[in-house]
């Protein structure tokens, strides 16, 4: 198992990353959810093969061939389903194939375009073993030349992730939930032991579990366990950690030592373009309307009972207890101890829409979980977010508190617990280098992105667009004075 600092996050309490993921669901052929009959994929036309089927205990018949090249064919030594394979001639770019390796070649959307700063969910391998137990997406980033990067962390197809379930396995949880480890190690080794855990980029500090296996996770992305048991054997195993809708995470270069600075990040109400109002505003979801503690100014953008299953809707509670998230929020953090978590359940009326579960005023990453001063990232969510609408987000550079050093913030936007994009440490400048505010720059907007979720009939898609002052250098959008204006328009709808 490789050691990997970013990946993709998959939520708890949900049946598969199929699910979850929302990328693969419809009109893709051959993929398969429980048929072991197969359904009709691409060809798959090798002069030779040979394979063996194993039950996954839920009715679903798994299996690989080995077939030689030909024409529709994967590689030599790539599993192939032999219930139902989704491998074809050719690698596709759009709706459904977007994120899958079409071809089967064990390399995911090469030649297709994207935009710097963009990620995407990609599974290697035979594209009908997406769902299997097992099975989850890695990540890859956008490069600043428009090319998809390699695709890192995940579990697929190319390593017959769909083949060992007994041993250590992959565990997923949602951001602030406390996580049993022992769930992951399956029948492997002699009981007892430790557990050690390497997290994403952005998590200062990584926390440390507990002498029972437990360990509250903050930062969505995928974390690398690492067990060791009582006679010095050892596995590792990824756990992934994601939430629905649209969840964004802003973390900056914390200053170690108590040296203090703020930023704050900032969501704008989808489909509007009212100038922002970084103090709280109804448009403006921030520090000073979307919290727990501002209960009476909660920015009010949806309906308050959703029309169908999926429709944006002001509050929701979920019936499975760890969906709700900001139930979890944690009770330390970022100059003070508050609980929000707590305050959210005593409410009564499940999470938000859209709501800031962390504030983070003042930090210092050589602070442990539990201390006041320990640095969470500020992350804005909506759980259901509306489809054909831009969204966009924004960092309000709110003060240095005497600080003289320049600051790098770091933006992640997730879409269904999948990296979407992250910026600010990408796609700004030519050539690209970080975002970077310095101590003159207090009080100053940036706007970041803009995201849009699109969805029909047999696929769904979140599409991150950077927000650039002057496109052909990629300079960031700076709006002074905390951004009186909206920023540039909106691009057209994709």
């Known amino acids: 198992m490789r050691s990997v600092r970013l990946r993709w996050a998959i ?23 429980g048929d072991a009959t197969g359904g009709g994929g691409a060809s798959h036309t090798g002069t030779t093969s040979q394979g063996t089927g194993m039950s996954t205990g839920d009715g679903t018949t798994v299996g690989q061939f080995m077939g030689t090249t030909g024409s529709g064919d994967a590689p030599n030594d790539v599993p192939i389903n032999p219930c139902g394979t989704a491998c074809g001639p050719v690698e ?67 390593e017959s992730c769909f083949a060992n379930q007994q041993g250590c396995h992959a565990i997923s949880a949602v951001p602030f939930q406390t996580v049993d480890l022992t769930s992951g190690i ?11 855990l390497d997290c994403p980029g952005g998590v200062m500090p990584c926390p440390t579990p507990d002498a029972t296996g437990h360990v ?52 704008h109400e989808p489909g509007t373009t009212t100038p922002w109002a970084t103090s709280g505003a109804n448009q403006d979801c921030g520090y000073g309307n979307c919290k727990i503690s501002s209960f009476g100014t909660l920015p009010s953008w949806f309906p308050a009972v959703q029309a169908m299953p999926g429709d944006p809707v002001q509050w929701f509670k979920d019936p499975v207890m760890t969906n709700n998230t900001c139930y979890y929020a944690p009770m330390c953090g970022g100059g003070f101890c508050d609980n929000p978590g707590a305050d959210w359940i005593a409410n009564g009326q499940g999470c938000h829409n859209p709501r800031l579960d962390i504030d983070n005023i003042f930090c210092d990453p ?64 030519t050539p690209e280098i970080p975002v970077t505010f310095t101590p003159a720059m207090n009080t100053v907007l940036w706007v970041v992105a803009d995201v849009f979720y699109k969805k029909d009939q047999c696929s769904s898609a979140c599409i991150v667009q950077p927000v650039y002052a002057n496109p052909m250098t990629k300079f960031p959008q700076l709006e002074p004075n905390g951004g009186p204006s909206f920023g540039p328009p909106y691009p057209p709808n994709p």
Not at 130 to 153: K, M, R, V, Y
Not at 389 to 400: C, D, L, M, N
Request: net charge negative; hydrophobic share 30%.
């Open 11 to 33: 939520s708890i309490g949900l049946a598969s990353s199929v699910a979850l993921l929302g990328l693969f669901i419809g009109c893709k052929a051959g993929v398969q959810d």
């Open 92 to 158: 596709l770019c759009d709706g459904v194939n977007k994120g899958i390796d079409d071809n089967c070649d064990g390399v995911v959307d090469e030649g297709c375009p994207c935009s710097a700063g963009q990620a995407e969910s990609c599974f290697k391998g035979d594209p009908s073993y997406l769902g299997a137990a097992g099975c989850f997406p890695g990540t890859q980033q956008c490069t600043e030349n428009g090319s998809w990067g390699p695709c890192i962390g995940g579990n697929h197809a190319t």
């Open 186 to 196: 399956g029948n492997f080794g002699g009981g007892g032991g430790s557990y050690m």
């Open 216 to 267: 509250q996770v903050i930062v969505s992305g995928e974390y690398t366990v690492t067990y060791t048991d009582m006679n010095g054997m050892t596995c590792q195993y990824p756990l992934y950690v994601g939430a629905k809708g649209l969840r964004v995470e802003l973390t900056w270069d914390y200053p170690v030592g108590g040296q203090d600075v703020d930023l704050d990040l900032h969501m």
């Open 366 to 429: 050589s602070q442990p979980t539990t201390d006041s001063y320990f640095c969470n990232p500020e992350n804005i969510n909506v759980d259901f977010p509306p489809k054909d609408k831009w969204t966009r987000i924004a960092v309000h550079y709110y003060g240095s508190h005497g600080y003289t050093a320049d600051i790098h913030p770091d933006v992640k936007i997730y879409c269904d617990g999948a990296l979407a994009g992250e910026l600010g440490s990408h796609a700004f400048y």
